[in-house]
């Protein structure tokens, strides 16, 4: 299996072709992945993984060597699929639960309705972790017209359950109505293997002339740590391990684009593709996962956790212009606006913006489709960028040009939002007397605090981060929970709340079309 990779490393850049005026878009998003755990970051430090075929599409692409995302996997999500800070979402202080009322504003409007709207098939394939409190909070009724996958934020790789309750499901878009459909027959299957034969399948049945947003929200590389055999590399083959367990993850990952890429190829679709890949945040402090040499890791505002591996690729030249690597910032709210303005749908967003309250003059996205995909724009869009406010663990941070301040302490996430509490969104809501300032330029791995050598560019970013608590948004770790949040003893699976009265579906062969929503 592994030599599947091995041939498409050494054969994949052979298309020639103009691209059209819709490229297709192939958006992926690898969960967990850490900066130390992709070959072409930082390699004169030494690392025990290998991935070949992640570099090559990398340095003939373009790799975003500061990239950054949100702390968290429910915020950088909720701020690729909208555009904005998570503190203008209420989702700054945790990620989403699976018994409580929290989902993305429904007046937001997601990354693939104005997708959509400018004409393209939409399609999600794997984590959603955006809430599901309702039937409208889903993906298929926020722009997607099919998704398959899971609503929570993980699940085993083999039986796909989570604390003892099924998380497999497919749905799609039948009219004004939903399809939902649970999975349960896909127990026993290894997820990363559905999720390219979901992808291959959607590929083929799909009409070329068409252009397709696919976004591929891939299981690996997060926990729980596992991989089956035959993706463990000859000369690591030890389970107990840690690098032989993430390298063979990261195989996974490698052989699931791979295939990924061929079924394009077959189609005639390639060349007319761009390929995004983006980590949704830092890896975590465990014995598999590596930042190094970063600082930190995930939960956390250091580089460790907010800093991740990201680059594009296009066999067409016309669709992006390879440049190897750029240090300009790259916030992952700005693939919204980039995106949506580079591939025409900027009138589209517009449109659906009349009939909801989503002011798209407020986003927090920057377009940098001049710079990032066509190299027209030689100056860097970004010089600086919000990392959180957060008003439970009391902590904020904010970069500007070479310079990056965190405030309060940076213990990772904290848990202790309380249901129905008033927490400030003014001055007092961080400890500003645990102050850190680094010039992340000539120290990027923060290493020495300037907080008490430059008062005064601790102070400029402190007011910046204060000029931002106008956007602030009420916490939706604060809504109330649901007593009768499935699953239930009746209910063996992770579903949303709102079923008619008195309606509880057999989880085993459920198939239904929910209460429509417009």
């Known amino acids: 299996m592994l030599l599947l990779v091995v041939a498409f490393v050494a054969g994949f850049l052979s298309a020639e072709g103009a691209a059209p005026d819709k490229p297709n878009i192939l958006f992926v998003v690898i969960d967990d992945m850490g900066y130390g755990d992709i070959g072409y970051t930082y390699p004169e430090f030494g690392k025990n993984i290998t991935t ?9 692409g373009l790799i975003l060597d500061r990239f950054y995302t949100e702390w968290l996997c429910t915020p950088a999500r909720a701020s690729l699929q909208t555009g904005r800070y998570a503190i203008a979402l209420g989702i700054e202080s945790e990620l989403f639960l699976s018994w409580t009322e929290e989902c993305l504003d429904r007046d937001q409007i ?55 309750s099924q998380d497999f499901y497919s749905c799609e878009e039948d009219g004004d109505k939903m399809k939902w459909s ?18 291959k399948d959607i590929v083929e049945r799909h009409d070329a002339d068409q252009p397709l947003f696919m976004m591929y929200n891939m299981q690996a590389v997060h926990g729980p740590f ?49 390929l995004v890949v983006m980590s949704d945040n830092g890896a975590p402090a465990t014995m598999f996962t590596s930042n190094v040499p970063l600082r930190g890791w995930k939960n956390t505002l250091f580089e460790g956790g907010i800093r991740t591996p990201s680059f594009i690729y296009s066999p067409n030249p ?26 025409g749908g900027w009138d589209a967003l517009e449109e659906l913006s009349k009939g909801r309250k989503s002011q798209i003059n407020l986003l927090d ?21 919000l990392l959180n406010i957060d008003p439970v663990g009391n902590l904020a941070g904010y970069i500007s040009g070479d310079f ?20 400030s969104f003014h001055e007092d809501g961080v400890n500003w007397s645990v102050p850190r300032l680094y010039n992340i330029t000539a120290d990027p791995f923060e290493t020495t605090d300037l907080s008490e050598t430059h008062p005064d560019v601790l102070e400029e970013l402190k007011e910046r981060i204060m000029d931002y608590m106008v956007e602030m948004t009420p916490l939706q770790c604060t809504l109330p929970t649901i007593d009768d949040a499935f699953p239930t003893d009746d209910v063996s699976y992770f579903l949303p709340f709102d079923f008619p009265e008195g309606f509880i579906p057999d989880w085993a062969t459920y198939a239904m079309d929910p209460p429509s929503f417009h």
């Open 52 to 60: 070949p075929l992640f570099d090559k599409l990398a340095h003939d």
């Open 110 to 164: 997601l990354l693939a309705e104005p997708f959509r709207e400018n004409g393209y098939a939409t399609h999600m394939v794997g984590k959603w972790h955006l809430g599901y409190a309702r039937w409208e909070c889903m993906p298929c009724r926020r722009g997607y017209e099919t998704a398959y996958g899971y609503i929570s934020g993980q699940i085993d790789y083999m039986t796909h359950l989570l604390k003892g």
């Open 182 to 199: 649970i999975l349960p027959n896909s127990t026993g299957q290894y997820s990363m293997e559905l999720y390219t034969s979901r992808i």
């Open 226 to 274: 596992f991989a089956p055999e035959s993706y463990f590399s000859p000369n690591c083959t030890d389970i107990a391990n840690g690098s032989c367990v993430m390298q063979a993850m990261l195989n996974s990952a490698e052989i699931s684009i791979s295939e990924i890429i061929d079924a394009y190829e077959a189609k005639g679709m390639w060349n007319n593709t761009l």
């Open 318 to 343: 016309e669709i992006l212009v390879p440049r190897g690597r750029t240090s300009c910032y790259v916030h992952v709210s700005d693939w919204y606006s980039s995106l949506i303005r580079w591939t």
């Open 365 to 385: 996205s920057i377009d940098q489709s001049g710079y990032l995909f066509t190299g027209e724009n030689s100056t860097c869009p970004r010089d600086e960028l």
């Open 404 to 423: 990056k301040a965190l405030f309060g302490q940076q213990q990772g996430m904290n848990d202790d939002c309380e249901t129905g509490a008033n927490y």
